[in-house]
């Protein structure tokens, strides 16, 4: 189940990238110039592959499984965009205690790259002991979604042709299931 694996957020970003960088595993970037005062670049930073860790093949089908995720039949829907296509995964872990693992006590995550066939972007969400429910999928692919929206908004993301809508919510099914009954009481 994972439990007993720790990576950081770093690292679990790092290998996410590496699946959606067709297999190559990227050096960190924090920032990507320095500027003086003036505006004027002083640094200028560029993208350094490190190795290949999946050959392009094993790439590509992990992208496809992972874009099943955020399907309707998916762990997270929940972080389904309506312009662009996700491939991501949930994680659900119980914490740590004396003599195992709390069956009460939970860190969620989240983690995420779009558009799918053509990165620009990969998050990492990741909730510790959230408050309401303790899946990956309910806690913190909400979260990815709402960052997404935005970043993609702010980035100047250009949407994709032909995106699948996002799946709604329950919230949403129960509120068009309402309306769909009183609509038909009301003929």
């Known amino acids: 189940m994972g439990h007993g694996i720790a990576v950081t957020r770093l690292q679990m970003v790092m290998a996410m990238s590496a699946i959606a960088n067709n297999g190559w595993l990227m050096r960190p970037m924090l920032m990507k110039r320095l500027e003086d005062r003036d505006g004027y670049i002083a640094v200028q930073y560029e993208p350094q592959r490190v190795r290949q860790v999946v050959s392009d093949t094993a790439a590509r ?72 429910g303790h899946y990956g999928g309910d806690t913190a692919a909400p979260v990815f979604k709402q960052i997404a929206d935005r970043a993609a908004s702010y980035l100047n993301i250009r949407p994709e042709d032909n995106v699948q809508p996002a799946p709604e919510t329950p919230a949403a099914a129960e509120d068009a299931r309402v309306i769909r009954t009183a609509a038909a009481r009301s003929q």
Not at 67 to 89: H, M, P
Not at 93 to 101: D, L, S, T
């Open 61 to 132: 089908q992990m992208v496809q499984a992972l874009k099943t995720v955020v399907s309707t039949e998916g762990t997270a829907a929940k972080a389904a965009l309506t312009n662009y296509t996700v491939a991501g995964k949930t994680g659900t872990a119980q914490k740590a205690v004396v003599g195992g693992y709390s069956t009460t006590r939970f860190v969620t995550s989240f983690i995420g790259f779009f558009p799918a066939d053509n990165p620009e972007l990969c998050i990492s969400v990741t909730m510790d002991e959230p408050k309401e």
